[in-house]
């Protein structure tokens, strides 16, 4: 195997492990996000809900009844009470709409159910500078109260269809369950002891108490697909009281027209109150443990965020070890190459050279070819001959001298040695004549090498002693054949090299012929070939 193709397999080892991980890390990464956002968005509507429904619950009704007190005895001590009301509405109103999610992110029905809210808030607004100056006297703007509050419940009803996560959708519902059936009672209890303290002759409002009704329908609704919650077992427990079922039996005789009496209709307006305080009670523990909920979901999303930081910071250091094996094993690749040409270095240094060039003498060459091909006959599929010749050399010789002939044959022997690759063996083969080994190559890779090599020589210009400056050409013959660990005799590739080389002079000289490709021998003809003998023909 080429030493290119070990580097491609060595480093498609480590990285495509890591690519397959890095793409499980970005799903990983991906749906962990996800999994913030709806936290932190659930969280983000706990605790609307749960702001919105304290509101509805309890601020509002503080002041509506703070009101009342004032308007019925004004005295710096209720003054002061209607105005801590105030005061804590307005904070809650604040905190609530601090808490919405951006207005561009809401849909239009939520939009279109503030958008009245804030009307209804600027009427409380109005109505109590009308309060202040007097205006309100012997009479309450509970009405103007009375449409916030309703408000307020649209705002927290059109909230619950946002939630995601099934336990706060659950929590919602029920919280919103226990608002409407507060208010319908509370709408119930008012019309009802408004009408049992006039006289008989008094008209009955039943579009308001139908309305009262209507309302505590809806919310008994919503409790009932939750009956096995604790909060909604409380309430369904008390409400099951005999008081209380016995309140409910007078509050159908009153809605049927009929006027109890005044003992009973005392006994019905304290089961009233006492059932309302109750549901207020549970309104605010219902309120709480949603917010509760919203905390939880808090905590979820900062250790979703910290493990998707920590998922980054794990893939960043995977990825940092990765590239430092993917390095290791380039500097390893490098290193079995550099120990291939430290190999052929000491082979070359530890053969016998030719001492005029400096290149291998054919007895060196047969020690440094053998061992070559030994090393790569497990990662080299062809071997290739490259044998060229000065051309008119003995014309220099007779012209200026063999010292000149020395000279271009050292300076050609240079030349060569720059050209031809690293790991390619080059021996004088005899006078003017060389012969290089050129492993892994084929007939076409080795004639692309011989042709460099040639117009190298072609280009050069030799100095002489006499200060002269001489140029040569060469002729170059070519052949290659399949690597085969069982042949090592490649007399016939010489010989067909040597052919080549004729054909190049032949046509006229300073060109590179390659000869046909050698085919593998036969089975007996390579036993024949590996128990024969030989000099330069077998390595």
């Known amino acids: 195997?080429?030493?290119?193709?070990?580097?491609?397999?060595?480093?498609?080892?480590?990285?495509?492990?890591?690519?397959?991980?890095?793409?499980?890390?970005?799903?990983v990464l991906r749906t962990s996000i996800l999994q913030y956002r709806d936290l932190e968005k659930d969280r983000q509507f706990a605790d609307v809900l749960a702001r919105g429904g304290s509101i509805a619950a309890t601020e509002i009704l503080s002041e509506i009844d703070a009101t009342r007190r004032y308007l019925a005895h004004p005295s710096s001590g209720t003054a002061g009470d209607m105005q801590q009301s105030r005061l804590t509405l307005d904070r809650e109103r604040r905190a609530f709409?601090?808490?919405?999610?951006?207005?561009?992110?809401?849909d239009q029905g939520l939009a279109g159910e503030l958008s009245a809210l804030s009307l209804a808030y600027s009427r409380i607004v109005a109505a109590r500078s009308a309060v202040d100056q007097g205006r309100y006297s012997g009479s309450n703007p509970g009405s103007i109260y009375w449409y916030a509050a309703l408000k307020q419940l649209a705002v927290v009803d059109a909230l619950s269809p946002l939630i995601s996560d099934p336990v706060l959708l659950e929590k919602s519902n029920q919280l919103m369950g226990i608002l409407l059936t507060y208010y319908g009672e509370r709408l119930i209890t008012g019309i009802g002891t408004r009408y049992l303290d006039q006289d008989v002759s008094a008209r009955f409002p039943i579009e308001l108490f139908i309305q009262g009704k209507t309302m505590l329908g809806a919310g008994m609704d919503h409790m009932v697909f939750h009956s096995t919650a604790p909060i909604v077992r409380d309430i369904v427990a008390y409400l099951g009281r005999s008081d209380q079922v016995k309140a409910n039996a007078i509050t159908d005789a009153i809605l049927a027209g009929s006027r109890p009496s005044r003992a009973m209709g005392d006994a019905w307006a304290a089961a009233q109150r006492e059932r309302m305080a109750f549901l207020q009670q549970k309104m605010v523990e219902a309120a709480s443990d949603i917010h509760e909920t919203g905390e939880?979901?808090?905590?979820?999303?900062?250790?979703?965020?910290?493990?998707?930081?920590?998922?980054?910071a794990g893939l960043l250091i995977l990825a940092t070890l990765v590239m430092v094996l993917a390095a290791r094993g380039l500097r390893l690749i490098d290193k079995l190459t550099r120990d291939r040409e430290a190999l052929v270095g000491e082979l070359r240094n530890a053969a016998q050279t030719d001492l005029l060039t400096g290149l291998y003498n054919r007895r060196g060459f047969e020690v440094a070819a053998s061992a070559l091909l030994t090393q790569a006959e497990h990662g080299s599929h062809w071997i290739s001959v490259v044998l060229f010749d000065l051309d008119h050399f003995k014309k220099i010789n007779d012209i200026h001298g063999h010292d000149a002939g020395d000279a271009v044959l050292r300076h050609v022997a240079g030349v060569a040695r720059q050209n031809f690759r690293s790991?390619?063996?080059?021996?004088?083969?005899?006078?003017?004549?060389?012969?290089?080994?050129?492993?892994?190559?084929?007939?076409?890779?080795?004639?692309?090498?011989?042709e460099r090599v040639r117009r190298a020589i072609?280009?050069?210009?030799?100095?002489?002693?006499?200060?002269?400056?001489?140029?040569?050409?060469a002729s170059f013959g070519c052949a290659g054949r399949a690597?085969?660990?069982?042949?090592?005799?490649?007399?016939?590739l010489v010989k067909?090299?040597?052919?080549?080389?004729?054909?190049?002079?032949?046509?006229?000289?300073?060109?590179?012929?390659?000869?046909?490709?050698?085919?593998?021998?036969?089975?007996?003809?390579?036993?024949?070939?590996?128990?024969?003998?030989?000099?330069?023909s077998r390595i």
Do not use: W
């Not at 195997?1 to 799903?27: D, N, Q, R, S, Y």
């Open 1 to 27: 195997m080429k030493f290119e193709t070990i580097k491609k397999v060595i480093l498609a080892a480590i990285l495509l492990p890591f690519v397959f991980m890095l793409i499980e890390g970005v799903f």
């Open 423 to 450: 790991f390619d063996l080059l021996v004088r083969h005899g006078g003017e004549e060389f012969l290089a080994l050129l492993p892994d190559s084929t007939p076409d890779e080795a004639a692309i090498v011989a």
């Open 296 to 312: 939880q979901f808090s905590t979820l999303s900062h250790i979703h965020l910290t493990q998707i930081l920590a998922l980054c």
């Open 496 to 536: 067909r090299a040597d052919l080549a080389l004729y054909a190049a002079k032949a046509s006229g000289r300073n060109c590179v012929v390659s000869g046909p490709v050698v085919p593998a021998p036969p089975q007996e003809e390579r036993r024949k070939t590996v128990s024969g003998g030989g000099f330069d």
């Open 97 to 106: 709409y601090a808490s919405l999610p951006p207005h561009d992110t809401l």
């Open 458 to 473: 072609e280009a050069a210009e030799i100095p002489l002693a006499s200060g002269d400056l001489l140029k040569v050409t």
């Open 483 to 492: 690597n085969d660990a069982a042949n090592r005799n490649f007399e016939d």
